[in-house]
């Protein structure tokens, strides 16, 4: 995993512990808290990590002869 990543993923946990950024859903017990808070890291990081990896990744070099 190269440190872009690591540090995306901390990020992202750490924006998305509950209580942090938001807290869903209100008026509900700890453990559905953070199971949904679970859920919305999941999808939330299944959805952008392809772009980060991309936006990580050194661009080729191209030789001209």
Do not use: E, R
């Amino acid at each position: 995993m190269n440190v872009v990543m690591f540090v995306y993923v901390a990020v992202l946990f750490f924006v998305l512990t509950p209580g942090v950024l938001l807290s869903l859903p209100p008026k509900s017990s700890k453990f559905v808290v953070a199971a949904t808070h679970a859920v919305v890291f999941a999808i939330v990081y299944n959805l952008t990590y392809k772009m980060v990896w991309k936006l990580s990744q050194p661009s080729p070099v191209v030789v001209l002869a």
